[in-house]
């Protein structure tokens, strides 16, 4: 049964500085549905010069609890009371709770992206091998999140190699069986380093809807049967990457499962309720 908005309703949101698009407002306001409960998600979209004002605001307001999102996920820690431990090595915050004016930051992305391997890609992180396209926030995250769970072996491949670097030096020291290795996409180890590789995950923003007929891996000859191919994009559903990793066997996944567990994990951290992931991940489905 749908609550009526009260004097009682929580409010929840998202900042960045274009929440048009997003699909978090109608992620959050279908868990709110399903399990009729007193709270509403709302977009603010805002000005990088207004952020520190609007986190402000969050206190001011009483508001419950906001998800940020691009291009804000690091610039607003300097705004934040605390800052949970892997959102702290990240450097990148997606969450923030609001208790009683204290504002902690907190990074379900990493949640979010263990998830959506184990349920989606039914995939085993452990004494596996991955290559990760992408230096930026996301694949922070993602680099995070195989390290929590004893990936043997991650190649991270970037335009900009010095961010690459950066990732390594700030998830250092690794789990004792874990290792990192860094490269620029010129070099030729691609192609070794996929052969070897049980998963591949597009981080970088190549592939996108505003850039269909791009893809970050132009040798579709790399691609084997024993690969996951994760694309953290989700619009498009299947990018030109995901299309030519299918055509050759490879398994799939895109990034909706992502963005939906992560999102049912900032709801839980601000209301106390875990949504059904598989449930709400069908809604959406069916909706978009
Ligand atoms: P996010 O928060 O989604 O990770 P980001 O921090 O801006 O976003 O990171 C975007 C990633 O896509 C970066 O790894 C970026 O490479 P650089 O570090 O060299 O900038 C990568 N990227 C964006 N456009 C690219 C392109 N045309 N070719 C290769 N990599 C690209």
């Given amino acids: 049964m749908k609550k009526e908005i009260s004097g009682k309703t929580k409010i929840i949101g998202l900042i960045g500085e274009n929440t048009e698009n997003s699909l978090s407002p109608l992620i959050h306001n279908q868990i709110i549905l ?10 603010f979209q805002v000005a990088e010069t207004d952020l520190g004002e609007a986190i402000q605001g969050i206190r001011a307001l009483n508001v419950r609890g906001v998800n940020i999102t691009f291009p804000y996920k690091e610039k607003v820690i300097e705004f934040l009371d605390e800052v949970e431990e892997s959102a702290r090595r990240i450097g990148a915050v997606n969450t923030i709770v609001n208790n009683k004016g204290i504002l902690t930051g907190y990074n379900t992305d990493v949640i979010g992206f263990k998830k959506s391997l184990q349920d989606n890609g039914k995939f ?91 893809t970050p891996l132009p040798d579709e000859k790399l691609f084997h049967p024993n690969l996951l191919v994760y694309d953290l994009i989700y619009h498009p559903a299947k990018t030109l990457l995901l299309k030519q990793a299918e055509g050759a066997g490879a398994k799939i996944i895109n990034g909706l499962p992502m963005l939906v567990y992560q999102g049912i994990e900032s709801f839980y951290l601000w209301s106390g309720l875990k949504a059904e992931g598989k449930e709400i991940l069908e809604m959406i489905r069916q909706i978009t």
């Fill in 34 to 43: 399903k399990y009729s409960l007193n709270f509403c998600y709302l977009p």
């Fill in 124 to 214: 085993v992180i452990k004494e596996k091998k991955a290559v990760i396209l992408g230096a930026g926030g996301a694949a922070r995250a993602v680099t995070y999140s195989l390290l929590e769970e004893g990936i043997e072996e991650i190649s991270i491949f970037n335009r900009t190699l010095e961010k690459a670097k950066k990732i390594k030096q700030n998830l250092s020291p690794f789990p004792p069986k874990s290792s990192i290795n860094i490269f620029s996409f010129e070099q030729n180890d691609l192609k070794d380093k996929i052969k070897e590789a049980n998963l591949l995950v597009n981080a970088t923003s190549v592939g996108m809807a505003s850039q269909l007929n791009n």
